[in-house]
């Protein structure tokens, strides 16, 4: 019962310390926002945006879902991408997965889960996309930990291959697409270095990656 008015408390003490070290760092933010950085990132609790790269309000521009999937038919996706691209004009997008993440995983069991198995589809095509590397491992584990690296490359190649993302590179903007994964166990984030900064790098950074991975 006491827990909502302690949020409202730790908002309070939160809003008068960011105060304290900047007294117009509200104001300055309630009128702009300039994020450089796209997060596309599991919805998972343990992954939260800003405090695992230590940035501030107004520093990253976030897309939540779970297990970071880019479909090219989701318009809440779709949109967050166009308004960072377009409006903001991030130079980065990251998307970010993490080693033990419960969708993965899901996605690698057959239980009827509901509606989220139509979600869960979506890797469940990158298992079967890379069913020759995976199978091979024997450790469920170190094979779950592929797929979870597997699926952010497969997601970043995704944001690639958007209008929005198509059409920024058209017209030269500077942005750079990136895959990143992390972990639950020590904190730490790993460049899976599918780092891609215009379409024709796309094949061989894709290309690179799942060899790396596989
Ligand atoms: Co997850």
């Not at 405090?51 to 479909?71: D, M, S, T, W």
């Not at 079967?128 to 170190?142: A, T």
């Not at 690296?149 to 059409?167: I, K």
């Not at 942005?175 to 990143?180: K, M, R």
Request: aromatic content about 6%; hydrophobic content about 40%; glycine content about 6%.
């Amino acid at each position: 019962m006491r827990f909502l008015p302690q949020l409202i408390e730790n908002n309070r003490s939160w809003a008068d310390s960011m105060t304290q070290e900047d007294p117009d760092f509200f104001k300055k933010l309630a009128e702009k926002q300039t994020p450089e950085v796209l997060w596309i990132g599991c919805a998972d609790s343990r992954v939260p945006a800003n405090q695992i790269v230590g940035l501030i309000p107004g520093e990253v521009f976030v897309h939540r879902n779970i297990a970071n999937v880019v479909v090219h038919t989701d318009f809440n996706c779709l949109s967050v991408i166009e308004f960072a691209v377009c409006v903001l004009k991030v130079k980065h997008i990251i998307v970010c997965g993490h080693y033990g993440c419960g969708g993965v995983k899901a996605a690698t069991q057959n239980h009827h889960l509901g509606l989220i198995d139509n979600w869960l589809r979506h890797i469940r095509d990158v298992r079967q996309k890379h069913d020759g590397v995976l199978r091979i491992i024997g450790d469920d584990d170190e094979r779950l930990d592929r797929l979870c690296e597997l699926n952010v490359v497969e997601q970043a190649l995704n944001v690639c291959h958007t209008t929005v993302v198509q059409e920024a590179w058209e017209r030269a903007q500077t942005l750079a697409v990136h895959g990143w994964i992390y972990g639950l166990q020590d904190g730490l984030l790993r460049d899976l270095n599918v780092t891609i900064n215009d379409p024709e790098e796309i094949a061989d950074a894709y290309r690179i990656a799942t060899d790396r991975i596989g």
